[in-house]
Nanobody, 123 residues
Framework: QVRLVESGGGSVQAGGSLRLSCAAS????????MGWFRQAPGKEREGVAT???????IYAASVKGRFTISKDNARNTLYLQMNSLKPEDTAMYYC?????????????????WGQGTQVTVSS
């Protein structure tokens, strides 16, 4: 079955960096849309960054220029490099996967989700 396991979260001070990883299994990773999402307490879940099977990337405006999404198809792993972190980046971060439209057009709703990893940024 599909399994997504996030790691790399933690507590950092504002301006610091973290790198999240998502180990994927149970599906053909290279053909799927992959994404990072986050949810802060009392707020709705929001998309952070997505990448399709060809490597086309979309970032949320709030993280553009600070975060970098990437994937290693040989390792079935998705990454999120987060630099210049701000207190407002504090949230639970989730990895998600979806077949999309042949892995090229990524939909807003994802089928598979990890358990999440907590990121806390202090001022």
């Amino acid at each position: 079955q599909v399994r997504l396991v996030e790691s790399g979260g933690g507590s950092v001070q504002a301006g610091g960096s973290l790198r999240l990883s998502c180990a994927a299994s149970g599906f053909t990773f290279s053909t799927y849309c992959m994404g990072w999402f986050r949810q802060a307490p009392g707020k709705e879940r929001e998309g952070v960054a997505t990448i399709n099977k060809y490597g086309t990337i979309i970032y949320a405006a709030s993280v553009k220029g600070r975060f970098t999404i990437s994937k290693d198809n040989a390792r079935n792993t998705l990454y999120l490099q987060m630099n210049s972190l701000k207190p407002e980046d504090t949230a639970m971060y989730y990895c998600a996967a979806d077949a999309g439209v042949r892995g090229v057009i990524c939909r807003s709703e994802y089928n598979y989700w990890g358990q999440g990893t907590q990121v806390t940024v202090s001022s």
